[in-house]
């Protein structure tokens, strides 16, 4: 069962590919995504010198779309506006800083958003750059990160990120009741199920 895979889970490599290089510059990291092109994979994260290049297993993959699928869901019983941006390219200069997160979402009507207000981070893999060190210098108001079956909400304060109770944009989702139905054996059966138990829920 895909729920005990989760739920053991310890954040050893099981299929993610990460290899770590420092002391490149912000050039080098520029003609890394320039040389990778439109693909998604791999996906490149950069601080300060330290550049990381993941290609992201399978289960990872897949992890991330379910999670993104269901945020959908919740948003659509709700009328909620957004917009899916996957593994949009955020970085800043200035901030020596840069990342792509699993999934991300622009909520709204926002055609000319310069940055998602949701990223959502599968954590599959131990080691590799702390993304909570990167994701503040890029300005992200709010992240999610999975992590050994539980989703954790971070918000963006004037210290930082604090692990916060509810979602500043999707106010009311319950993450733990949503991570619950993630261990169906198909995408469209969690999403099916997560979507009755919202509305028997009204």
């Not at 040389?35 to 994979?41: H, I």
């Not at 954790?152 to 993450?175: K, N, Q, T, W």
Request: net charge negative; with cysteine.
């Amino acid at each position: 069962m895909l729920a005990e895979k989760l739920e053991e889970h310890d954040d050893t490599p099981i299929g993610d590919a990460i290899v770590t290089l420092r002391g490149l510059s912000w050039l080098d990291y520029e003609r890394m995504l320039e040389t990778r092109g439109e693909s998604s994979v791999p996906r490149l994260a950069y601080l300060e010198g330290t550049l990381e290049v993941m290609t992201p297993s399978k289960s990872h993959e897949g992890l991330g779309s379910r999670i993104g699928r269901l945020v959908e869901a919740w948003c659509e019983q709700r009328e909620i506006e957004f917009s899916p941006y996957g593994s949009w390219t955020l970085n800043k200069k200035e901030a020596a800083a840069g990342l792509e997160p699993d999934e991300c979402y622009v909520f709204g009507i926002a055609p000319d958003a310069e940055q998602p207000d949701l990223a959502i981070e599968v954590i599959w893999t131990s080691g590799g750059l702390k993304k909570l060190e990167i994701y503040p210098r890029l300005g992200i108001k709010e992240v999610w990160f999975w992590r050994r079956g539980r989703i954790s909400m971070h918000v963006l304060g004037a210290d930082g990120y604090a692990e916060a109770r509810s979602s500043l944009f999707l106010p009311g989702i319950d993450v733990v009741e949503l991570a619950s139905f993630l261990d169906r054996p198909a995408a469209s059966q969690s999403v099916r199920e997560y979507r009755a138990a919202l509305i028997a829920k009204q």
